[in-house]
T-cell receptor, first 111, second 116 residues
Framework: DAKTTQPPSMDCAEGRAANLPCNHS???????VYWYRQIHSQGPQYIIH???NNETNEMASLIITEDRKSSTLILPHATLRDTAVYYC????????????FGKGTSLLVTP | GAVVSQHPSRVICKSGTSVKIECRSL??????MFWYRQFPKQSLMLMAT?????????EQGVEKDKFLINHASLTLSTLTVTSAHPEDSSFYIC????????????FGDGTRLSIL
């Protein structure tokens, strides 16, 4: 699986958009970008994933650059409950292997 | 959406006790289940991968006789921490995945194990 790089921490004001970047310059053609988050003392929660097109669901939007070497997870209106560690993970879609978690980005949403 | 249920959520027990943790996929058949461990202020670390009906594959450094994994059905996997000691205290998290395409891996809410 391709390696990802994320900033260790970010702050965001409540109600504003949170834009979390991820670099994955060695991504392969068959690898998807997955985003998960982990709220303190809970299991990781799936947010969104994509291959090359931008994706949107009820939780977030995923913007993938045209060369696929980086992506941005957007939480359009951050709330205090969005405070969590956010993980960007790259993996082939048909992989039977487990997701490997790096250190992620610790997002703090402030009032 | 898919749900993975993990039980119990918290266990406190004496040293030497064996503890069993259950992981169930509630609305899909999990051909593969994964067990992770997470120490304070660290990321999740994969312990083992289990496929239904076959022996689990353990990551390097994880003792298979210490952490017994059973994946007897497509909806249930169990992790038994045998003769637990204080150093086994950790947050244990299971995850399940179907065989279908790019469906994401889903996680349980974890089990906080404290060995006194």
């Amino acid at each position: 699986d391709a390696k990802t790089t994320q900033p260790p921490s970010m702050d965001c004001a409540e109600g504003r958009a949170a834009n979390l970047p991820c670099n994955h310059s060695t991504i392969s053609g068959n690898e998807y970008v997955y985003w998960y988050r982990q709220i303190h003392s809970q299991g990781p929660q799936y947010i969104i994933h994509g291959l090359k097109n931008n994706e949107t669901n009820e939780m977030a939007s995923l913007i993938i650059t045209e060369d696929r070497k980086s992506s941005t997870l957007i939480l359009p209106h951050a709330t205090l409950r969005d405070t969590a560690v956010y993980y960007c993970i790259v993996r082939a879609s048909n992989s039977g292997y487990a997701l490997n978690f790096g250190k992620g980005t610790s997002l703090l949403v402030t009032p | 959406g898919a749900v993975v249920s993990q039980h119990p959520s918290r266990v406190i027990c004496k040293s030497g006790t064996s503890v069993k943790i259950e992981c169930r996929s509630l609305d899909f058949q999990a051909t593969t289940m994964f067990w992770y461990r997470q120490f304070p202020k660290q990321s999740l670390m994969l312990m083992a991968t289990s496929n239904e009906g076959s022996k689990a594959t353990y990551e390097q450094g994880v003792e298979k006789d210490k952490f017994l994994i059973n994946h007897a059905s497509l909806t249930l996997s169990t992790l038994t921490v045998t003769s637990a000691h204080p150093e086994d205290s950790s947050f244990y998290i299971c995850s399940a995945k179907t065989e279908w395409g790019n469906q994401p891996q889903h996680f349980g809410d974890g089990t906080r194990l404290s060995i006194l």
